[in-house]
């Protein structure tokens, strides 16, 4: 895999992990969704006037673009892969933003997915 096309892919990932750090902030600031359909709806209404929760949409499109034009110029057998580098995004980010605790043992399986897509990354 070309470094550039590896870069591309990796943008991919990191909107990807930008829009579920996006949708946490929205959730956290609208509330948590349960209840029967009613109270759900009302939550989605909350959840629709969140700029965060729109931000993480729009995170996501780019991601989908980006992801495509990354697929255009990899086999999906090599760049499949590479979405597994999103947990360390997300988790590294989530720590680091939103003080959510990541334990050793988290950070050990992220390892050994990292070790995986290292291994795919170099077939």
Same mark, same amino acid.
């Given at each position: 895999?070309k470094f550039?096309?590896f870069?591309? *892919?990796?943008f991919?990932?990191v *909107?990807n992990a930008?829009?579920q750090?996006? *949708?946490?902030v929205a959730?956290?600031?609208? /509330? &948590?969704?349960? !209840?029967d359909?009613?109270?759900? @709806?009302?939550s989605?209404?909350?959840?629709?006037l969140? &700029?965060?929760? #729109?931000?993480?949409l729009?995170?996501y /499109?780019?991601s989908?673009v980006t =992801?495509?034009?990354? *697929?255009s110029?990899? &086999?999906?057998?090599q760049a499949?892969p590479? @979405?597994?580098l999103?947990?360390l $995004?997300t988790?590294?980010?989530?720590s $680091? @933003?939103?003080n959510? &605790?990541?334990s050793?043992?988290? =950070?050990t399986?992220? !390892?050994?997915?990292?070790?995986?897509? #290292?291994l795919?990354a170099?077939?």
């Amino acid at each position: 895999m070309k470094f550039a096309d590896f870069l591309f *892919l990796m943008f991919g990932v990191v *909107l990807n992990a930008a829009a579920q750090l996006g *949708l946490k902030v929205a959730t956290a600031e609208s /509330g &948590p969704i349960r !209840g029967d359909a009613v109270e759900m @709806l009302a939550s989605a209404q909350k959840l629709l006037l969140v &700029p965060a929760f #729109w931000l993480a949409l729009a995170a996501y /499109g780019i991601s989908v673009v980006t =992801w495509v034009v990354g *697929l255009s110029r990899v &086999p999906v057998s090599q760049a499949y892969p590479m @979405l597994s580098l999103g947990y360390l $995004a997300t988790a590294g980010l989530a720590s $680091a @933003l939103l003080n959510e &605790p990541v334990s050793a043992m988290r =950070w050990t399986g992220i !390892g050994v997915i990292i070790v995986g897509v #290292w291994l795919v990354a170099r077939s």
